[in-house]
Nanobody
Framework: QVQLVESGGGLVQAGGSLRLSCAVS????????LGWFRRAPGPEREFVAR????????YYADSVKGRFTISRDNAKNLVYLQMNSLKPEDTAVYYC???????????????WGQGTQVTVSS
């Protein structure tokens, strides 16, 4: 069973940067898509970015394109989310997820971390 552990969240001023990390273990071969989602206060999780573990192809939500960068370190089994030019509306709990579909729907991801809080002050 895949285990995902996020770290790197915190409090930052608007315009600042943070880098989130996700330690991945127990991933199956089919769980080849690693994604970042976020949940602001409310029930819905919003797609942020995804990366194909084997090929490195990436995809971003329009709201973060040009500001956030997803990457992975295959040797260390880590996935990163570099977040620059942060805005107060980026405030949320950020989750790392693993799945086997190239989609942006959280229903297509079957492994989830516990989340890390990111707070951006204005």
């Amino acid at each position: 069973q895949v285990q995902l552990v996020e770290s790197g969240g915190g409090l930052v001023q608007a315009g600042g940067s943070l880098r989130l990390s996700c330690a991945v273990s127990g991933r199956t071969i089919s769980q080849n898509v690693l994604g970042w989602f976020r949940r602001a206060p409310g029930p819905e999780r919003e797609f942020v970015a995804r990366i194909i573990w084997s090929g490195g192809s990436t995809y971003y939500a329009d709201s973060v394109k040009g500001r956030f960068t997803i990457s992975r370190d295959n040797a260390k089994n880590l996935v990163y989310l570099q977040m620059n030019s942060l805005k107060p509306e980026d405030t949320a709990v950020y989750y790392c997820a693993a799945g086997n579909s190239y989609t942006s729907s959280d229903r297509d991801y079957d492994g989830w971390g516990q989340g890390t809080q990111v707070t951006v002050s204005s």
